[in-house]
Protein backbone atom coordinates (compact mmCIF):
# COMPACT_ATOMS: atom_id res chain seq x y z
CA UNK A 1 0.00 0.00 0.00
CA UNK A 2 1.09 3.82 -0.47
CA UNK A 3 2.15 5.80 2.15
CA UNK A 4 -0.29 8.27 2.68
CA UNK A 5 0.76 12.46 1.19
CA UNK A 6 1.55 14.96 3.38
CA UNK A 7 3.19 18.76 2.37
CA UNK A 8 7.51 18.22 2.70
CA UNK A 9 7.36 21.37 4.93
CA UNK A 10 5.09 24.24 6.44
CA UNK A 11 6.63 26.86 7.96
CA UNK A 12 4.75 30.14 10.66
CA UNK A 13 6.01 32.20 12.47
CA UNK A 14 5.25 32.26 16.46
CA UNK A 15 1.78 32.85 17.71
CA UNK A 16 0.26 31.91 14.70
CA UNK A 17 -1.63 28.81 13.36
CA UNK A 18 -0.43 26.04 10.37
CA UNK A 19 -2.66 23.36 8.90
CA UNK A 20 -0.60 20.17 7.69
CA UNK A 21 -2.91 17.98 5.63
CA UNK A 22 -3.05 14.14 5.04
CA UNK A 23 -4.39 12.26 2.09
CA UNK A 24 -5.15 8.94 1.18
CA UNK A 25 -7.67 6.72 -0.27
CA UNK A 26 -11.14 5.10 0.86
CA UNK A 27 -9.21 2.11 2.27
CA UNK A 28 -7.42 3.87 4.80
CA UNK A 29 -8.08 7.77 5.63
CA UNK A 30 -11.59 7.36 4.81
CA UNK A 31 -12.85 3.90 6.08
CA UNK A 32 -12.12 4.71 9.13
CA UNK A 33 -12.16 7.40 12.29
CA UNK A 34 -8.79 6.02 13.26
CA UNK A 35 -6.37 8.69 11.76
CA UNK A 36 -3.33 9.34 14.43
CA UNK A 37 -0.95 12.25 14.20
CA UNK A 38 2.91 11.76 15.77
CA UNK A 39 5.84 14.37 16.49
CA UNK A 40 9.41 13.89 16.06
CA UNK A 41 11.86 15.58 17.09
CA UNK A 42 15.65 15.11 15.68
CA UNK A 43 17.25 11.74 17.43
CA UNK A 44 13.96 10.92 19.70
CA UNK A 45 10.82 8.46 18.76
CA UNK A 46 7.58 9.82 17.61
CA UNK A 47 5.30 10.60 19.94
CA UNK A 48 1.93 10.79 19.85
CA UNK A 49 -0.09 13.86 19.37
CA UNK A 50 -3.73 13.00 18.21
CA UNK A 51 -5.52 9.76 18.02
CA UNK A 52 -8.94 9.11 16.47
CA UNK A 53 -9.00 11.78 13.71
CA UNK A 54 -9.61 14.43 17.07
CA UNK A 55 -8.68 13.00 20.65
CA UNK A 56 -5.52 14.23 22.69
CA UNK A 57 -3.40 11.74 24.98
CA UNK A 58 -3.11 13.20 28.28
CA UNK A 59 -0.87 15.73 28.53
CA UNK A 60 -1.01 17.09 24.74
CA UNK A 61 -1.43 20.25 24.58
CA UNK A 62 -5.04 21.79 23.17
CA UNK A 63 -3.14 24.03 20.79
CA UNK A 64 -3.12 20.68 18.72
CA UNK A 65 -6.30 19.88 16.85
CA UNK A 66 -7.73 17.14 14.04
CA UNK A 67 -9.68 17.08 12.07
CA UNK A 68 -10.78 14.74 8.44
CA UNK A 69 -13.28 15.25 5.80
CA UNK A 70 -13.60 12.15 3.14
CA UNK A 71 -9.84 11.31 2.43
CA UNK A 72 -8.16 13.92 4.12
CA UNK A 73 -7.38 14.52 7.63
CA UNK A 74 -5.61 17.45 8.77
CA UNK A 75 -3.36 18.72 11.94
CA UNK A 76 -4.04 21.79 13.37
CA UNK A 77 -1.23 23.61 15.40
CA UNK A 78 -2.38 27.43 16.68
CA UNK A 79 -0.30 29.21 18.46
CA UNK A 80 2.69 28.14 16.88
CA UNK A 81 5.93 27.60 19.16
CA UNK A 82 9.28 27.22 19.09
CA UNK A 83 9.30 23.85 20.64
CA UNK A 84 6.57 22.75 17.99
CA UNK A 85 9.37 22.89 15.63
CA UNK A 86 9.78 19.35 14.28
CA UNK A 87 8.50 16.60 12.01
CA UNK A 88 4.96 15.62 11.93
CA UNK A 89 3.35 12.14 10.67
CA UNK A 90 0.26 11.08 9.87
CA UNK A 91 -0.99 7.53 10.20
CA UNK A 92 -4.63 5.16 9.32
CA UNK A 93 -5.74 2.15 9.98
CA UNK A 94 -6.49 0.34 6.69
CA UNK A 95 -8.80 -2.20 5.59
CA UNK A 96 -5.84 -4.53 5.53
CA UNK A 97 -5.43 -4.55 8.90
CA UNK A 98 -2.41 -2.93 8.78
CA UNK A 99 -0.88 0.65 9.64
CA UNK A 100 0.35 3.35 7.20
CA UNK A 101 2.09 6.26 8.22
CA UNK A 102 2.26 9.52 5.91
CA UNK A 103 5.88 10.99 4.39
CA UNK A 104 6.02 13.29 7.14
CA UNK A 105 5.97 17.71 6.85
CA UNK A 106 8.94 19.47 8.22
CA UNK A 107 7.25 22.09 10.64
CA UNK A 108 9.72 25.35 11.03
CA UNK A 109 9.20 28.55 13.29
CA UNK A 110 10.34 31.15 11.65
CA UNK B 1 5.64 3.45 34.20
CA UNK B 2 5.08 2.13 31.08
CA UNK B 3 8.77 1.69 29.10
CA UNK B 4 9.74 -0.31 26.35
CA UNK B 5 14.08 -0.92 26.03
CA UNK B 6 15.34 -1.53 22.72
CA UNK B 7 19.20 -3.42 22.09
CA UNK B 8 21.93 -1.51 21.38
CA UNK B 9 22.87 -0.13 17.48
CA UNK B 10 23.96 -3.11 15.44
CA UNK B 11 26.89 -3.57 12.65
CA UNK B 12 26.48 -6.08 10.15
CA UNK B 13 27.57 -7.35 6.82
CA UNK B 14 25.46 -8.33 3.79
CA UNK B 15 24.13 -11.77 4.12
CA UNK B 16 24.56 -11.78 7.93
CA UNK B 17 21.96 -12.85 10.29
CA UNK B 18 20.45 -10.33 13.48
CA UNK B 19 18.20 -10.32 15.91
CA UNK B 20 17.16 -6.91 17.91
CA UNK B 21 15.23 -7.32 20.82
CA UNK B 22 12.12 -4.92 22.85
CA UNK B 23 12.16 -5.33 26.64
CA UNK B 24 8.98 -4.38 28.51
CA UNK B 25 8.16 -3.28 31.65
CA UNK B 26 5.72 -1.32 33.70
CA UNK B 27 2.62 -2.95 32.50
CA UNK B 28 1.12 -6.30 31.66
CA UNK B 29 3.34 -7.47 28.38
CA UNK B 30 1.24 -10.43 27.67
CA UNK B 31 -2.27 -7.81 26.89
CA UNK B 32 -0.50 -5.79 24.17
CA UNK B 33 0.02 -6.10 20.82
CA UNK B 34 3.72 -4.62 19.92
CA UNK B 35 4.54 -3.20 16.64
CA UNK B 36 7.99 -2.65 14.82
CA UNK B 37 8.38 0.06 12.61
CA UNK B 38 11.06 1.55 10.44
CA UNK B 39 12.76 4.67 9.76
CA UNK B 40 14.71 5.72 6.72
CA UNK B 41 15.82 9.01 5.55
CA UNK B 42 14.73 8.44 2.22
CA UNK B 43 11.21 7.13 3.10
CA UNK B 44 10.13 7.57 6.36
CA UNK B 45 8.31 5.56 8.99
CA UNK B 46 6.64 2.44 7.61
CA UNK B 47 5.13 -0.06 9.71
CA UNK B 48 6.35 -3.84 9.07
CA UNK B 49 3.64 -5.44 11.61
CA UNK B 50 2.37 -6.36 14.99
CA UNK B 51 2.58 -9.51 17.22
CA UNK B 52 0.37 -10.63 20.35
CA UNK B 53 2.91 -11.35 22.94
CA UNK B 54 -0.08 -14.06 24.47
CA UNK B 55 0.12 -16.42 21.73
CA UNK B 56 2.55 -14.80 19.47
CA UNK B 57 -0.15 -14.43 16.65
CA UNK B 58 1.93 -11.97 13.88
CA UNK B 59 0.42 -10.11 11.31
CA UNK B 60 3.25 -8.50 8.65
CA UNK B 61 2.77 -5.76 6.33
CA UNK B 62 2.97 -6.93 3.02
CA UNK B 63 6.08 -4.78 2.14
CA UNK B 64 8.08 -6.81 4.67
CA UNK B 65 6.04 -10.04 4.62
CA UNK B 66 8.78 -13.01 4.27
CA UNK B 67 11.85 -10.68 5.19
CA UNK B 68 11.55 -10.36 8.48
CA UNK B 69 10.42 -12.94 11.44
CA UNK B 70 8.77 -11.13 14.68
CA UNK B 71 8.79 -13.24 17.82
CA UNK B 72 7.94 -12.74 21.38
CA UNK B 73 8.80 -14.08 24.66
CA UNK B 74 6.30 -13.18 27.29
CA UNK B 75 7.71 -15.29 29.95
CA UNK B 76 10.85 -12.49 29.89
CA UNK B 77 8.77 -9.43 28.51
CA UNK B 78 10.77 -9.16 25.20
CA UNK B 79 10.12 -9.35 21.65
CA UNK B 80 12.37 -9.86 18.85
CA UNK B 81 12.78 -8.13 15.36
CA UNK B 82 14.98 -10.66 13.30
CA UNK B 83 16.46 -11.17 9.92
CA UNK B 84 18.06 -14.18 8.25
CA UNK B 85 20.60 -12.84 5.36
CA UNK B 86 20.59 -8.87 5.95
CA UNK B 87 21.15 -6.50 2.53
CA UNK B 88 22.28 -2.63 2.74
CA UNK B 89 18.86 -1.30 1.75
CA UNK B 90 17.89 -3.01 5.78
CA UNK B 91 20.26 0.08 6.91
CA UNK B 92 17.41 2.21 9.13
CA UNK B 93 16.24 3.07 12.31
CA UNK B 94 14.29 0.15 14.03
CA UNK B 95 11.44 1.15 16.70
CA UNK B 96 9.12 -1.15 18.87
CA UNK B 97 6.13 0.38 19.66
CA UNK B 98 3.04 -0.35 21.65
CA UNK B 99 -0.41 0.37 20.45
CA UNK B 100 -3.70 0.39 23.13
CA UNK B 101 -4.99 -2.37 20.79
CA UNK B 102 -4.56 -3.97 17.69
CA UNK B 103 -6.22 -1.33 15.41
CA UNK B 104 -4.72 1.83 17.27
CA UNK B 105 -1.61 3.55 17.31
CA UNK B 106 1.33 3.02 19.26
CA UNK B 107 1.26 5.55 21.92
CA UNK B 108 4.60 4.12 23.88
CA UNK B 109 7.97 3.84 21.72
CA UNK B 110 11.28 2.11 22.34
CA UNK B 111 14.15 4.43 22.07
CA UNK B 112 15.15 2.80 18.30
CA UNK B 113 18.02 0.21 17.60
CA UNK B 114 19.73 1.55 14.65
CA UNK B 115 21.01 -1.45 12.40
CA UNK B 116 23.62 -0.48 9.51
CA UNK B 117 24.21 -3.19 6.88
CA UNK B 118 27.52 -2.44 4.90
CA UNK B 119 30.52 -4.58 3.73
Known amino acids: QSALTQPASVSGSPGQSITISCTGT?????????VSWFQQHPGKAPKLMISDVTNRPSGISNRFSGSKSGNTASLTISGLQAEDEADYYC??????????FGGGTKVTVL | EVQLVQSEAEVKKPGESLRISCKGSGYSFANYWITWVRQTPGKGLEWMGRIDPSDSYTYYSPSFQGHVTLSADKSSSTAYLQWSSLKASDTAMYYC????????????WGQGTLVTVSS
Open chain 1, 91 to 100: SSYTTISTLV
Open chain 2, 97 to 108: ARPRDYSQPPDY
Open chain 1, 26 to 34: SSDVGAYNY
